[in-house]
């Protein structure tokens, strides 16, 4: 059922399909690690791990910022290896100057960054935990594709689904640290694997007094969403 949410050529796009496409250029031994938030979901969902790669998260502690951290210091614990970092774009602001330590040190770091200028895990959590409608959780859009140009690493970004393929090649061609930005879809509804009846209850008190709900909508009345939230 994940991978009906995995479509490539939708507009937005899909964090589900940027996941996947980025999970699928990963060398054998890459040591991948996450931030907290949607982007943990967005790897444990769409990432397929294999024999040979290590995988680093923050678990219930749930720390903001961390994925970064985890990723250059797998890259100075194990020389050699190819280091990969899935996060969200709040986490990322919150530690951004520290990209510069993986340019200084040549670190061969590949970061993905979800950018939907919101934190979105906080916004469902508003929803479906309190009934409350998403307040507070909107961004102040950076461009991270220019900041690690900035810091003397490479940049790329990712706005249209046919730029997918190309671009992910392009950054994976490239050597030493990269930072990857994929703007994909606010919208797009970050579903836990079981949707307790309080939860459910909760969404639907909190959704039509939440901005851009009319998206939601849209997005929940597709799979696995409407499954999830008819279970």
């Not at 890459?30 to 294999?50: F, I, P, Y």
């Not at 969200?88 to 960054?113: C, H, N, W």
Request: aromatic share 6%; proline share 6%; hydrophobic share 45%.
């Amino acid at each position: 059922m994940m991978r009906q949410s995995e479509d490539m050529q939708a507009q937005p796009l899909k964090p589900q399909a940027i996941a996947r496409a980025f999970g699928q250029r990963l060398a054998d031994d890459t040591v991948l690690a996450t931030d907290s938030g949607q982007n943990t979901e967005l790897a444990a969902r769409h990432v397929d791990l294999r024999s040979g790669q290590a995988f680093g998260v923050s678990g219930s502690l749930a720390s903001m910022a961390c994925g970064l951290a985890y990723a250059i210091a797998a890259g100075i614990a194990f020389p050699g290896r190819p280091i990969a970092a899935i996060v969200g774009d709040g986490g990322f602001a919150m530690q951004l100057g520290e990209f510069s330590t993986a340019v200084r040190y040549k670190i061969p770091l590949k970061v993905l960054v979800i950018k939907n200028n919101m934190l979105n895990q906080i916004a469902w959590e508003q929803m479906m935990f309190l009934g409350n409608p998403q307040f507070g959780c909107e961004l102040q859009p950076i461009d991270f594709a220019m900041a690690a140009e900035a810091m003397g690493a490479k940049g790329f970004r990712i706005e249209r689904a046919d730029q997918i393929e190309t671009v992910l090649d392009q950054a994976f061609a490239t050597q030493g640290p990269v930072v990857i930005e994929a703007l994909v879809d606010a919208y797009e509804p970050l579903m836990p694997p079981k949707m307790p009846a309080d939860y459910a209850k909760n969404f639907r008190q909190a959704l039509p007094r939440t901005p851009g709900h009319e998206r939601i909508e849209e997005n929940i009345a597709r799979e696995p969403a409407k499954s999830m939230m008819d279970a």
